[in-house]
C-alpha cells in the first residue's frame, strides 16, 4: 500500500480533535508553540486520516489546538489516503512524534 501523502488546505473545523486513539505524547502546555505559529506558521503540517466528511488527526495534536488558539480557520495538512492501515498510521505517529523534546 503506497502511504504517500498530500498535503491540501483543511478547515479547522472539520478536524476532530476528540479522537486520541494516535495521540503519542502526553497533554502539555501550548503557549510557546501557540507564539511560534503565530510568528512564523505551520512549519511542520499535521497529518490528518479521512473519516466521512471529517478528518482524525494522526499526529499534531499540539499544532492543531495552536492553530485553533491562534484563530485560524484553516491549515496546511498532510492527508493520508483513506486506505491507510492502523499500523501505517501508527509508525507515522510514532515518526512524528519521536524526536519532540525541549531545546534546551
Not at 2 to 19: F, Y
Request: hydrophobic share 40%; with cysteine.
Amino acid at each position: 500500500m503506497n502511504t504517500r501523502l498530500h498535503e491540501q488546505i483543511v478547515a479547522l473545523n472539520r478536524i476532530d480533535s476528540t479522537d486520541t486513539t494516535y495521540r503519542i505524547t502526553t497533554r502539555t502546555g501550548i503557549e510557546d508553540l501557540t507564539a511560534s505559529v503565530n510568528h512564523f506558521g505551520i512549519l511542520h503540517a499535521p497529518i490528518l486520516q479521512p473519516r466521512g466528511a471529517q478528518w482524525i488527526v494522526v499526529a499534531g495534536f499540539r499544532r492543531i489546538d495552536a492553530c485553533r488558539a491562534i484563530g485560524l480557520i484553516d491549515v496546511a495538512a498532510k492527508l493520508l489516503p483513506s486506505e491507510a492501515t492502523e499500523r501505517q498510521r501508527i509508525e507515522l505517529a510514532i515518526a512524528d512524534n519521536s524526536l519532540q523534546r525541549p531545546l534546551t
